[in-house]
């Protein structure tokens, strides 16, 4: 099967990558919704990645994503991130690169135009509308930092549950999906939407490549179960 999947990456003009946390698993970095070792497991998320959540404790909140924030920092690109930015490196304009993550991974990894849908959890921006008195620079330090004038705090720059993806860069993203002539979807469970709905509506063949079964085989035309640092390099190189 993988000579198969490798055929079609060679055939294919335009290729689209959607990635979730499995794609950093083996850089150290938790899934969400592994059973034993996921954040999940151990945090309810509708406590943790919730406006609601942070509005009720802030410092909670604030204090679980600087939690975050120093494990990413310490953790590399795995030789997944590092295959898919040379193949982008070696064919320009042919792949699309799609992600859920929020860790900087595949930019570290030196990926050109990530769409990174649910944000970047190493930058912050305000909760509420900033006002001209609200500076993120002057912030006062606290877990959250706030504006000293008005009270308004400072949160990560990520997508919370309830919350609406970038408008311009899910538009891209489904502007790619329907593009494309094959996508590859790498380490996630394929339950969070809409980022999961761009493989059902991807124009092309579509492979999964997970060590487990996810929610999207039953749109797959190839399910290849294995990791991503593995396979990736192995399906990708010329
Ligand atoms: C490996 C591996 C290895 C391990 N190699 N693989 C339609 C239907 C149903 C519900 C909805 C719907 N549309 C919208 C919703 C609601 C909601 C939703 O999807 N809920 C479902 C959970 C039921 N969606 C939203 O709320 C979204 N917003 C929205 O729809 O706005 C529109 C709107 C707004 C208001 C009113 C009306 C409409 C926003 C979703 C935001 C998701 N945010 C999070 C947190 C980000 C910040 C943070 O990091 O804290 O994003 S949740 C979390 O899940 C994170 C992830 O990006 C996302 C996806 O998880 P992922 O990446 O799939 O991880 P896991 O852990 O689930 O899976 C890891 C996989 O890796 C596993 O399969 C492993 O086997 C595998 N793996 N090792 C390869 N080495």
Redesign the pocket.
């Known amino acids: 099967m993988n000579e198969q999947v490798r055929a079609w990456v060679r055939a294919a003009r335009h290729i689209v990558v959607l990635t979730?946390?499995?794609?950093s698993?083996?850089s150290g970095v938790p899934?969400?919704?592994?059973a034993q070792t996921?954040l999940w497991a151990q945090f309810d998320?509708q406590q943790l990645?919730t406006e609601e959540a942070f509005r009720a404790n802030p410092s909670r909140v604030w204090d679980w994503y600087a939690f975050r924030r120093e494990m990413i920092i310490k953790v590399e690109p795995n030789a997944g991130h590092r295959a898919l930015a040379a193949f982008a490196r070696r064919h320009p304009g042919r792949l699309t690169l799609i992600t859920?993550?929020?860790d900087g991974l595949h930019q570290r990894a030196g990926s050109p135009g990530v769409l990174a849908l649910?944000?970047n959890?190493f930058e912050d921006k305000w909760l509420d509308t900033p006002k001209s008195c609200c500076n993120a620079h002057a912030a006062v330090a606290g877990s959250p930092p706030y504006c000293d004038r008005c009270g308004n705090m400072l949160r990560p720059n990520?997508?919370?549950?309830?919350?609406?993806?970038p408008v311009e860069i899910l538009a891209a993203a489904e502007d790619a999906a329907r593009a494309c002539d094959l996508m590859l979807v790498?380490?996630?469970?394929?339950?969070?939407?809409?980022?999961a709905g761009l493989a059902r509506t991807a124009a092309g063949k579509v492979v999964i490549?997970?060590?487990?079964p996810?929610d999207l085989d039953d749109t797959a035309d190839a399910v290849l179960p294995g990791?991503?640092?593995e396979l990736l390099p192995q399906l990708l190189e010329d």
């Open positions: 979730g946390a499995g794609m698993a083996e899934t969400f919704r592994d996921g998320p990645a859920q993550n929020v649910h944000g959890i990520v997508v919370w549950f309830g919350e609406m993806l790498v380490g996630t469970s394929g339950v969070v939407y809409p980022a490549i997970n060590p487990e996810t990791k991503a640092a």
